[in-house]
């Protein structure tokens, strides 16, 4: 199925096999989502803002402006995240060894405590990262407007702009997906049981399979 509206917003959805959607706004904002052995979405504007989530058992995701902030995750046997800007600000933690290293120019701090073993990043209050290790989760955010989050136990991600823009994506028994733009468009996939897609567009566009 493919819906089209002033080849502005698009969907996309294939076979039972590939299972994928892609929403777009010329070449601004896009997702796609291929389920059964890939599991991967991918949200753009342009080389700004994106996500990648990959398989069962790679699990990443990144985040990143340009070249100035990106994180990235893998699960299971390696549990590292990154956080960059240039080479002014970055985090990397370990499972199998575990360390940490934060530096900045201006605002170097690092926080380690070792009965809950989180680590803590900011910059004026405006960019932080915080790892717990027995919920195993991080946030990141620019003031208020962009963040992710991402729980082991839960296998959840979250990107927000302005709180209009967002992404999420359950655990195994739920992955779904939705996006949403000042709340009146929206996409949701759900588990591998459910499958089912939604496309709405003022309430009154809307795809479900």
């Known amino acids: 199925m493919t819906l089209r509206s002033n080849i502005h917003h698009f969907m996309t959805l294939e076979t039972e096999e590939h299972h994928f959607m892609t929403k777009g706004t010329d070449t601004h904002k896009l997702m796609a989502l291929v389920s059964d052995t890939h599991h991967f979405m991918t949200l753009g504007s342009d080389t700004h803002q994106f996500m990648t989530l990959g398989t069962d058992t790679h699990q990443f995701m990144t ?26 600000q970055f985090m990397t933690v370990g499972s199998d060894t575990p360390f940490m290293t934060l530096g900045t120019d201006v ?55 302005d709180a209009h823009q967002f992404m999420t994506l359950g655990n195994d028994t739920y992955q779904f997906t939705a996006l949403e733009t000042d709340a009146h468009q929206f996409m949701t996939l759900g588990s591998n049981t459910r499958q089912f897609m939604t496309l709405g567009s003022d309430t009154h566009q809307f795809i479900s399979s």
């Open 107 to 161: 605002y170097p701090f690092m926080t380690l405590g070792s009965a809950t073993q989180f680590m803590t990043l900011g910059t004026d209050a405006h960019q932080f990262m915080t790892l717990r290790n027995d919920t195993q989760f991080m946030t990141l955010g620019s003031e208020t407007h962009q963040f992710m989050t991402l729980g082991n136990d839960t296998q959840f991600m979250t990107l927000g702009t």
């Open 63 to 88: 985040l990143g402006t340009g070249t100035h902030r990106f994180t990235a995750l893998e699960s299971d046997t390696h549990q590292f995240s990154t956080l960059g800007s240039d080479t002014h």
